[in-house]
Every structure is written in C-alpha cells, then in structure tokens.
C-alpha cells in the first residue's frame, strides 16, 4: 500500500509541477548494461571516458564518444569477499574502486593494487572521488582554505575522518578532517563533502555541516535532519547551486547568501539557503514528500545566451535520482529568496529506482558542453540527452547588439558619409563565439565577431548560434541612416620641397558652413581655419566636416623643409711632394631644381680648425694641415664638410736591417727595411754602388757577397725620393777548438776533474750550459765545448772523462734479543784492502751485543771507499700488561693476564704499603686478586718483573675495581 500511494503522490506532484514552466526535455538517447542493477557512474572530465560500478562487483568502463563498453571485471575477481561501494575514475587508464572496508582497490594501466590502513586510510570507507577541479588540491599554489596543492588527488570519505591521496606520488596528504566524513559530489564543476568538524548551532532539528569548493573559495552550510522531523534521518546525497550559470561556477562573482543547498532523504527532496542554514525556521522548500532520493545534480544549458547579471535563455535544470525514477526540474536563477522549482518526471524510464546520476560534459572540446545525463537504475544504465528546443521560439529576437557607445535601447542612428560606427554583441547576452552579421536581410560576408563596423546605412542585425545545439536565434534590429560628405579640393603633389628657412602654405576651399581642422603626421595641431602656415617637416594633411562629428580627411601630404647637404671635397692630385700646390674644390651634392624658394652658396674655408678668410668655392694650399669649408644655402645655417687632410710628402730615409749580427762564411744574409710600400713608392737596392735589378720592390733580399748595400725609395705619383745609409756586410772565418783535461789521475765516483777548452776566437758554451773557459766535471761521460763567432761560424771538440765505481756494499740488517744477553755477528763482503767498524779498523766480520746503528766503511784496491750503516733492532717477545681488572667472580676479567713472559720471568706484587701480596716464577697461575686466598680491597697494587740473568725489569700499577 505505501508504494502505491507514493507512486499516487508522485503522479499528483508531477500533474502539479508541470504547470510550473518546463523548459526542457529528456530523450532516451541510449541504453547500455541492460538487466543490470548499476551502483554508480562517475565521469571522468579530462577525457571522454565514464566508470560505472555494478552489483556484484561489476566494474565497466564506456567511451562516452564511441559508445563502446569494456569489462573490467575479471581485474577484481580476487576480491570478491569484498564488497563494492564507490568508483571514481582518474583517467581511461586509472579507477580507483572503494569497498566496506579500509581497501581502496587501485587499476592503473591494468595493474590492480590495495590502498587502505598501510597507506594512511584512517577507518572504514563510505565514499570516494577525483579532484577534477583542482579546487582543494592543484596545481602550484594554495587551495582553498589555505590548504597545500597538488595534482593527481583522490577524496577519500571514512567514518574515522576524510583524507586525500596523492596517487602520482603514492603517499596520503595531511588530514583535513577527522570525524566521519562523506564524498557527496567531485566534478568539473565543484566539490561537496562533509565537515562534521565545521560545528553546529542550537536548533529543534540536528545539523549536518558540509562544506562546497569551487575553483576560487569555500563555502560551507548546514542540512537538516534527524529528531523524527520531516527532513528525515538519513542523507542519502548532497548538492550545491546557485541556481545559475556563473562563467562555469565562477562563484567569485556572486555572494555566498545566493547559494542553495538541496539534500536528499528517505523522506524527499529538501532545499534551504547557504547562508541561513544555521536554523532551521530561516525557511526552506520540500518536494518529493515520501519519496526515498538517493542523487541529486544539476545540467547546464544554452550558457552562451545570457551570464548571472543576465538570465537571458540560460538554463540549469535539477536532476533527482529516486526509488520511483528520474526527475528534472525546470530552470532556477540565483535571486535573495528561495527559488521554488517544479519537478517533472521522466515517464519513459517509469518508476524504476535510480541509484545514481552523472552529467556528461565534453570537456574534450570548446566550449564545454553538458550534452547529456547519464542514469544508473536497478535495470541498467541510461544516457538521456537534453532538449530546450520545444520551448525556445525561434521567431523570438534576442536584445542582444547595441551602437557602440550609445545607450542600449537606441535602435537608429544617424551617420555622415565616409565615417562609421560600430555595433556589438553584449557579453551579458551572449557569450559564445559562433555568430553571423547580416545587412538587409543578407549574410555579410567574413563578418563573425562580436564587433561590426558599419560603412553604409541599412537594417543590421547578428544570429547568434548555440556551440552545444543546432539552436540559433536572431538578434535585434537596428537601423543606421547617412549624411552626405563635404566637397572640397586639396590638390598638391604627395611630396613638396621647400627651402629650410622660409614658410610653406597650404590650403583649400573655404566654404559656409564647413569646419576644418588640421593634422601633422597624424596628430591634431589646433588649427582649424581653410589655410595653415607650415615652417615644419612633417605629414599634412586636413578634414572637413558638413556635420556634427562627422569628419571627412584629405589625402596627406609630405612637406620637406630641405636644409643644404653636407659639401664634399676633392683634391686634384691623390699626393703632393715638398714645395707643390694642392688645389681643394667644393661640391653641394643636390638638385635644387624642384625645390621652392632656394639661393645661392655663400663660402667659408677653416684652416686647422680656424677661419681662414677665404670665400670661394675652391681653395690652393702649400702648406700641411687639416682644410674644411662651410656652405650656407637660403637659410641662415651653415653645413660644414668633413675635414680634409692634405700632406705635402717628405720621405725619411728607411733603414737597413740584418737578420743576424754576423755570417760565416758561406751563409746567406737576409737583409730587410722597415719601410711599408702600399703600392705608391718604387724599391730599388744597391751593392757597391751597382742596382740590383731582380731585387726591385722587394722588403727583403737575400746576399752572399760582402759589401756596402743601400736601398732608394721613390713615389710613384711625385718625384719624391730618398737613400738609405750604407749597411757594411762581412763573413767571419771558422775558429780553431781544443779541450785538455787539468789533472790526469785516475778517478772515483763522486770526484772532480777539471776540463779547459782552447780557441782562436769568438766566445764558448759548453752542453752543460756553462760558458767559462774551465768547467769542473764530478761524473763520466762525454764533454762538448762549441765555440761561435759575431758572424755566426761554430766549431765543437768533444773529450771522454771516465770515473770508476765505488765499492758495493749490501750488509743486512739485523736483530737480536739483549733482554736474554743475545749477541751477533756482522759479516762484510771479503776482498777490500781495508774495513772499518764504527770507525775502528777491522776484519770482515764485527760481533756485538748493542742495539743501534753500526758504521761499516770499507776500500777496494782502486783507492775507491764507500759506507754503509747497519741497524740492529729486538726481536724479544712484547709483554702486555693490564693496568686494572676485576675479580668480581662475574667470569668476565676475574684474573691480571699478562701475556709476553718467558719462564724465567719473576713477577712480584706489592701493596701501598710496600708488603708483597703475590710472587710468582714464570707467571703459570695468574693473579685473582687475593691474598693468603683473602680477596683483596679494591685499589691500587705495584708489580716488579725481571728475568733471571737480565738486568731488565717492567715496573708499574694495577687497580683491582668491583
């Protein structure tokens, strides 16, 4: 009986409703997973695909553009001893699927794992979603609340709290919540979760806080329910609007106050206002009474016409999900009270329960278009798309263009010929991008923005298209009317040339009833009679208007005020010697032919900078120095030239450079002169008074003869010549060498013998660098002394200087022990004539007890020594001695071990007081610390230990510690 008088109910509500304004349609679009009880569907904005969760975990994905099913399924069969909750997918590669417990099963790329406890999960699970938006976590900067960003965010909802999982990184964010926490809505568009944390306030009914991100702020509000009221006990879903399309929730634009809340039960649909949901007596509305509703959404439409100052066609229709089928309202707008809707039932899917509802958006295009509504129902899943259509008249005008700058309600406007004015779409009517401008009725051509510039008179309107439907709509009407143009004349060449000094005029007619006004290069001057005066380079030109702000141009004109170019000077001859006459001419480079008001030049010559009085167009110097003039046309400016420098050629006498200081016999000599010939001079080179001819113009040349060379120099373009001084050139001999060595013995390694070198002249080096007469020599080998002359004649002698070894000597070291009285014998190599031990005269063999270094020195028959020390070093065994142990009886260093004794060792103990407490001959039993087998106090104990014929004794102390 209770369905059927809630079905009877809902058939009075829809009868009710559906003269309340319906404003759009549903079609069943399509029908997929037919038979099959669907949980939920979760569309992921960022790409085409939609994840749908179904009974007996079921788990499908479809591509929302081709329509194309997959199975998930067979990924999860291993969990099946676990319950499906919720699904939210990440991207067409990545689902995320809750269960009743802490688990969140993760497929990415077809490799299925757990997220729960381990990973921060703080307690069973409810719900689930994808920060799509980006609102709460994203990217760089700090979400709202202050909270810290990041991408790639999952919302989890459990009954210990709410936390968010960073599933690019695979670690879990701080905690934003920690009481028991519900996902209600995750979209493009914003988020809804609960905020038990948020706090309540007093009232008759209970408060559920829940807090709404959008992309700039957060929100947060109370629903009602509980305490047996008419809200009922248990919040199936959530859900959040302004009632209106705000630049895709851009909620910034409009206050919180306007923000409704809706929230289902199983007792309806209930609707309250953000601002006042604090108590429950600040009003609300019911719909659906008695009617279990498990979803709740909303669908855009036709955003493009009209923004949130603007209703215009602009549509956002609820969509209820509920026990007894689907129902969508009529469009709601943001106003200060409560907007009731009317809600209408979808009759083609009858009264099958909806469990969940899901808003298809292309997100993949733009504009974002929400083309459709996906319907997951006990008995498969639907895509109903939306139609605003039937209830849109076509014949209808948009108010949707205005004159630009003119009131809006001005429909006709008058122009004067050759202006124009602009029409636009208002941005509050219409925000699309898809448009067509037509002129009497006919499509003008190219014209598809929001701006039109008018040029004729005509009946203008635009058709303004929905980018989301095939709807277009018309918009109104405005008509521009034309006045006729002034005529005037402005004939003068695009280029006139005047004088720099006098006065340009320009003019045209002057008629009644014109006014005029000015421009140089491009800019308003303030001129605005029929004539201007112009003293100034620049572009002219004028406009004339017949009528109030309308302006008709001339064409513009280039005025040049040309002052006198920079003079050039010539030179008649490109060099000039000592004593010639140089004459400078001037030239003006212009034609002053088409150039209005010129004159002639007036002249002024500078010497060195200063005037010099000469006034004519050219000028004659004889002397060096740095010559301009300045020319003055039909102004009063003069321009100088550039300064000419004119030089009267005195050539210096070049040197002659050898490339050594001297030459041997037989050598070739490179002469050369530092003198740079740029092609201008003539080289001639002279020996003994004889040209050289095959040497001509040459910097450099090569000479085998002795004699006195000069070289000539003479200008090409002038007389101008001069003669180098003689340069004597000689060849030296080749000198004569001999090496003596100074003593004449034999020699031992590490001796010095004297080498000296003779010559006839020039000066000497020896191979070792050394380039005295006498050089000192300490090792064998062979000795060269070159001698060189000024002319650069070498001559070497080379003498073999031979020393002989010193003896080898390899004696090993040795050791011994000389605690036990050890001694040992050295043995030398046999067959020196003499040896030496520590500086004593010996034999072969040296017996000691003595630890240390020994001297050895030892001579062969030759006279040749050499030395050698050998070091004798112990070998006796070490003896370690502990300075404390601990006879505690604890098995860990009870006893005083030494280790390193020998047998004969005598080791003696002693107390402060001098009374030995312990003796012992070769240490077999160590120390336990007692006396008379009385354990001794703890302290400090003296020891003695020798060996039996050694005078070596080890002394020290030993601390007993308990």
Not at 249 to 256: A, E, F, I, P, T
Not at 309 to 328: A, C, H, S, V
Not at 732 to 752: F, K
């Amino acid at each position: 009986m209770r369905f059927f008088r809630l079905l009877l109910l809902s058939l009075i509500l829809v009868c009710a409703y559906a003269a309340r304004g319906q404003d759009v349609d549903f079609h069943l679009n399509g029908t997929f997973l037919p038979g099959k009880n669907i949980l939920k569907v979760k569309r992921d904005f960022k790409d085409p695909y939609l994840w749908i969760l179904a009974q007996n975990q079921e788990v499908y994905r479809i591509n929302s553009i081709t329509r194309a099913v997959d199975n998930y399924s067979t990924y999860f069969n291993e969990y099946h001893n676990l319950q499906f909750i919720d699904i939210a997918g990440a991207d067409g590669n990545t689902v995320f699927v809750a269960t009743n417990s802490s688990d969140i099963l993760e497929l990415k790329n077809g490799i299925i794992k757990t997220i729960g406890a381990a990973k921060g999960v703080p307690g069973k699970l409810h719900s689930i979603g994808i920060d799509y938006t980006g609102s709460y976590f994203g990217d760089n900067t700090n979400g709202a609340g202050g909270h810290p960003q990041a991408d790639h965010i999952l919302l989890i909802g459990t009954d210990n709290g709410r936390c968010n999982y960073d599933y690019a990184q695979e670690l879990m964010m701080p905690f934003p919540s920690h009481s028991p926490s519900r996902i209600f809505d995750a979209t493009y568009r914003s988020e809804l979760f609960s905020n038990l944390e948020f706090g309540s306030y007093p009232d008759v009914v209970q408060q559920y806080a829940v807090v709404e991100l959008t992309n700039l702020t957060v929100w947060g509000g109370f629903l009602w329910y509980g305490n047996n009221s008419v809200y009922g006990n248990q919040i199936n879903t959530a859900y959040t609007t302004f009632g209106n399309v705000i630049d895709l929730m851009d909620y910034g634009q409009l206050s919180g106050s306007l923000m409704n809340q809706f929230w289902g039960t199983e007792n309806g649909f209930f609707q309250n206002s953000r601002a006042y949901s604090n108590y429950s007596d600040r009003g609300h509305n019911e719909y659906l009474p008695g009617i279990n509703v498990n979803k709740i959404a909303s669908i855009y439409g036709l955003r493009s016409f009209g923004t949130s100052q603007n209703n215009g066609l602009i549509k956002e229709n609820m969509l209820i999900g509920t026990d007894l089928g689907f129902y969508y309202s009529n469009s709601g707008y943001a106003h200060y009270d409560l907007f009731h809707y009317s809600l209408f039932h979808y009759n083609l899917l009858g009264n099958v329960k909806i469990n969940d509802i899901c808003v298809n958006a292309t997100s993949y295009t733009s504009p974002i278009c929400e083309d459709g509504v996906w319907v997951a129902a006990v008995n498969g899943l639907y895509l109903l798309k939306p139609d605003y259509g039937p209830y849109i008249d076509p014949a209808q005008r948009l108010s949707s263009i205005q004159f630009e700058n003119e009131a809006f309600n001005k429909s006709e406007l008058e122009i004067c010929a050759n202006t124009t004015v602009n029409a636009i779409v208002q941005n509050t009517a219409y925000s699309g991008n898809a448009m067509q401008w037509y002129r009497n009725g006919q499509e003008i051509p190219n014209e598809s923005s929001s701006k039109l510039t008018i040029h004729a008179p005509g009946d203008y309107y635009v058709v303004l298209y929905d980018p989301c439907s095939p709807l277009h709509l018309e918009s109104n009407h405005m008509k521009v009317m034309q006045i006729a143009a002034p005529v005037f004349a402005f004939n003068y060449s695009d280029q006139l040339k005047y004088c720099e000094g006098s006065v340009a005029n320009l003019k045209t007619d002057d008629k009644a009833g014109y006014t005029y006004r000015w421009y140089k290069d491009g800019v308003l001057n303030g001129n605005t009679g029929p004539a201007l005066d112009i003293s100034e380079s620049g572009r002219y030109k004028v406009e004339v208007s017949a009528c109030t702000n309308s302006w008709v141009s001339s064409k513009e004109v280039q005025v040049n005020f040309v002052p006198v170019p920079k003079p050039l000077l010539q030179q008649d001859k490109a060099a000039y010697c000592a004593g010639e006459q140089a004459l400078i001419s001037s030239k003006v480079p212009i034609d002053a032919s088409d150039i209005i008001n010129w004159a002639p030049y007036a002249y002024r010559w500078y010497t060195d900078g200063v005037l010099n009085g000469q006034t004519t167009a050219s000028l004659k110097v004889s002397q060096p120095g740095k010559y301009k003039v300045e020319v003055r046309g039909c102004s009063n400016n003069w321009v100088a030239s550039d300064e000419l420098n004119i030089d009267f050629i005195q050539l210096r006498p070049p040197l002659i450079k050898a490339d050594k200081p001297g030459y041997c016999a037989g050598e070739i000599a490179h002469l050369s002169t530092d003198f740079i010939n740029d092609g201008s001079y003539t080289l001639n080179w002279f020996r003994d008074g004889s040209l050289l001819a095959q040497e001509q113009n040459k910097n450099n040349i090569a000479a085998s003869q002795p004699g006195n060379y000069r070289l000539g120099i003479s200008s090409n373009a002038t007389a101008c010549s001069t003669l180098s001084a003689s340069y004597a050139l000689n060849f030296d001999t080749v000198p004569d060498v001999s090496i003596q060595q100074v003593v004449n013995t034999s020699l031992c390694d590490g001796e010095t013998v004297s080498l000296k070198v003779s010559y006839s002249n020039g000066t000497v080096k020896w191979q070792t660098g050394e380039t005295s007469d006498v050089i000192n020599v300490t090792h064998s080998g062979t000795y060269t002394a070159t001698v060189s002359t000024p002319g650069g004649c070498m001559a070497s002698k080379s003498m073999m200087v031979s020393f002989l070894p010193k003896p080898s000597l390899s004696v090993r070291d040795a050791s011994m022990c000389p605690y036990n009285n050890e001694t040992i014998t050295l043995t030398a190599p046999p067959g020196f004539v003499s040896y030496e031990w520590n500086g004593r005269p010996g034999t072969a063999e040296f017996i000691t007890g003595t630890l240390g270094a020994v001297n050895l020195r030892v001579t062969d028959h030759n006279g040749c020594s050499a030395t050698q020390t050998i070091h004798i070093t112990s070998h006796c065994d070490d003896i370690h001695i502990p300075n404390t142990f601990t006879p505690n009886g604890d098995g860990v260093n009870d006893n005083w071990v030494i280790s390193g004794l020998n047998e004969t060792d005598k080791v003696s103990i002693y107390n402060r007081y001098g009374s030995m407490v312990f003796q012992s001959v070769g240490y077999p039993v160590p120390w336990n610390g007692s006396y008379k087998s009385k354990r001794l106090a703890p302290g400090v104990y003296y020891y003695l230990i020798n060996s039996l014929g050694s005078k070596q004794i080890h002394s020290g102390s030993v601390t007993i510690i308990y």
